[in-house]
């Protein structure tokens, strides 16, 4: 009954500036951002399928990655009510159903316009709409597991976003290495999603999320993150140097020993210094992708 009345049935339609922040754009840079790696990485001049970029770059930001943060925000009410009670939904902002319609709407829009861009474009949205879905409803929810969820969002968030900018951009499945150059900056991304779960620890705790920091603690949630960003971008380089594409890797591996430098900072002090290492070795992560697909895609 008190759930029922904190989310009646039945209540007005949520005002835009609601829905947008139900939506989160600042999330939807990494995914766009990824895309576009994806875009370089294939090679294809990018005004021979322009509209299929700007379709790409609605499904990566606007359309699957707001379909996810809708899902999210909906499943996760009670406990945004404790750890960010000023969200929309727990704070009433978006009441009723509303914010479960909003997700149920986006994520058809999002198959919609996929379906419209190709074939390998909708394979990859249907996936990342599924991870969506499967990360934070019931009964699968990954994301009350610190191992499966951040490896669900990284997928959706890198790999997928990568892929379905080089399928966009050459209309077939991308190449051999594309695809292991995209895998391994999914697999390190793990360690970035680890990294965002220290801000919600204590709500974590109090509604049996087993995020890493939770389970592990949180210097030990830290070393690991450090690793699994780290030992897939040093296996970049090696691709990278492999494929005789050695001032790409040369990039990459500044990025990496630059980042390898601000670890120990990270470590003392996670809870709080995570945000920092989110705005410089983060930031150096994603910098080392876009180095990778212009080697990818003959620039470099």
């Known amino acids: 009954m008190a759930r029922s009345a904190a989310f009646p049935a039945m209540a007005p339609f949520p005002a835009v500036r609601d829905v947008a922040t139900l939506l989160k754009p600042i999330t939807w840079f990494p995914p766009m951002w990824a895309l576009l790696c994806g875009v370089v990485s294939s090679g294809v001049p990018v005004l021979s399928r322009w509209s299929f970029l700007i379709a790409g770059l609605a499904l990566a930001g606007p359309l699957v990655c707001g379909t996810s943060q809708a899902v999210n925000d909906w499943f996760d009410r009670h406990v945004d009510a404790i750890n960010e009670p000023h969200r929309p939904i727990p704070s009433g902002r978006i009441a009723g159903r509303w914010g479960l319609a909003i997700a149920i709407g986006w994520t058809g829009l999002s198959l919609l316009v996929a379906a419209l861009t190709g074939r390998w474009v909708l394979a990859a949205t249907m996936l990342g709409l599924a991870c969506a879905w499967a990360y934070s409803a019931p009964p699968l929810r990954f994301k009350t597991s610190g191992w499966i969820g951040p490896g669900v969002v990284a997928l959706s968030y890198e790999g997928l976003s990568w892929f379905t900018g080089a399928a966009v951009m050459a209309g077939a499945l991308p190449s051999g290495r594309v695809l292991a150059v995209l895998c391994l900056y999914s697999l390190g991304a793990h360690g970035i999603m680890t990294l965002n779960d220290f801000k919600a620890v204590v709500g974590d705790r109090m509604t049996g999320l087993r995020s890493l920091p939770v389970v592990l603690g949180e210097r030990r949630a830290a070393l690991l993150a450090s690793a699994v960003m780290a030992v897939p971008q040093a296996l970049v380089v090696l691709l990278l140097?492999?494929?005789?594409?050695?001032?790409?890797?040369?990039?990459?591996?500044?990025?990496?020993?630059?980042?390898?430098?601000?670890?120990?900072?990270?470590?003392?002090?996670?809870?709080?210094?995570?945000?920092?290492?989110?705005?410089t070795g983060v930031s150096l992560y994603v910098l080392g992708m876009m180095a990778a697909a212009f080697g990818l895609g003959g620039y470099l």
């Open 241 to 279: 140097l492999r494929w005789d594409m050695a001032i790409s890797a040369l990039a990459v591996a500044l990025a990496l020993a630059t980042q390898i430098a601000l670890m120990p900072r990270l470590v003392a002090d996670p809870a709080a210094r995570a945000p920092w290492y989110n705005a």
